[in-house]
C-alpha cells in the first residue's frame, strides 16, 4: 500500500512540473538598438515578456499544488506511524485521499482558469518553433487536466481496490500524455537560428 501510494504521488509530482517552460529558443536577443545606444523593445520582446509571466503563473500553480501534496503525506505518513491501529490507518489513508482530491481540483481550476499561452508574433525567426512548442504543452496540459479530473471524481467514495485502480488508470492516462508531448516536441526539429530576429 505504502509503495503505491509513493509511486503516484511521485508521478503527480513529476508531470505537475512538465509543460511550463520556456525554449531556449524563445530567450534570444531581439532588441534593436538606436543610434543613441538605447534598446527599442521589438514585438518579440514585448511578447516574450508576457510569455515568461504567464509561465510563471503556471509555475506558482505548482509550487502550490505540491506544497499541498507534500502536507498531505506528511500528514499521512504521521498518522499511520505506530503504534496506529489498523483503524487509525484506514482513517488516515481516507483523510490523505480527500487531501489528494482537494489538491488536484484546486489545481485543475488554477491551471484551466490560466487559459493558453499569449501566441508569438509573426514575422521572427523562430515564430513557427514556439508555436508548435506551445501547441504542445497545451495539448499536455489539456490531458493532465482531463486525467487529474477523472482521478478526483473516481476517488470520490471509492473503496481502497478503487482508489487503486483509479490511480493506476491515471498513471497510464500521464505516460500517453508524456509520450504524446514528447513526439510532439521532437517533430519540431532544431530549433531556428537567429530567434527573435525578424524573418527574411
Given amino acids: 500500500m505504502k509503495r503505491?501510494?509513493?509511486?503516484?504521488?511521485?508521478?503527480?509530482?513529476?508531470?505537475?512540473?512538465?509543460?511550463?517552460?520556456?525554449?531556449?529558443?524563445?530567450?534570444?536577443?531581439?532588441?534593436?538598438?538606436?543610434?543613441?545606444?538605447?534598446?527599442?523593445?521589438t514585438a518579440w520582446t514585448t511578447w516574450h515578456a508576457t510569455w515568461v509571466t504567464y509561465v510563471?503563473?503556471?509555475?506558482?500553480?505548482?509550487?502550490?499544488?505540491?506544497?499541498?501534496?507534500?502536507?498531505?503525506?506528511?500528514a499521512l505518513w504521521a498518522a499511520i506511524a505506530p503504534p496506529a491501529t489498523k483503524t487509525d490507518r484506514q482513517a488516515a489513508f481516507a483523510t490523505f485521499e480527500t487531501a489528494v482530491q482537494a489538491a488536484i481540483n484546486t489545481r485543475v481550476a488554477a491551471i484551466t482558469g490560466a487559459g493558453t499561452p499569449p501566441p508569438p508574433p509573426a514575422g521572427y525567426n523562430g515564430?513557427?518553433?514556439v508555436t508548435g512548442f506551445q501547441s504542445a504543452n497545451i495539448a499536455f496540459r489539456a490531458s493532465v487536466v482531463a486525467a487529474?479530473?477523472?482521478?478526483?471524481?473516481?476517488?470520490?467514495?471509492?473503496?481502497?481496490q478503487e482508489a487503486r485502480t483509479a490511480r493506476l488508470t491515471y498513471e497510464q492516462?500521464?505516460?500517453?500524455?508524456?509520450t504524446a508531448r514528447s513526439t510532439a516536441l521532437l517533430a519540431l526539429g532544431t530549433p531556428p537560428t537567429k530567434p527573435g530576429q525578424p524573418s527574411s
Fill in 148 to 160: 487529474q479530473t477523472a482521478l478526483s471524481l473516481a476517488l470520490t467514495g471509492a473503496t481502497p
Fill in 56 to 74: 510563471q503563473g503556471l509555475k506558482s500553480i505548482n509550487v502550490a499544488y505540491r506544497s499541498s501534496m507534500f502536507s498531505a503525506r506528511r
Fill in 4 to 41: 503505491n501510494f509513493n509511486r503516484s504521488v511521485a508521478v503527480v509530482a513529476v508531470v505537475a512540473a512538465l509543460g511550463v517552460s520556456i525554449p531556449s529558443v524563445a530567450f534570444a536577443d531581439s532588441l534593436t538598438t538606436s543610434s543613441s545606444a538605447t534598446a527599442t523593445p
Fill in 173 to 178: 492516462s500521464l505516460g500517453s500524455a508524456i
Fill in 127 to 129: 515564430t513557427n518553433f
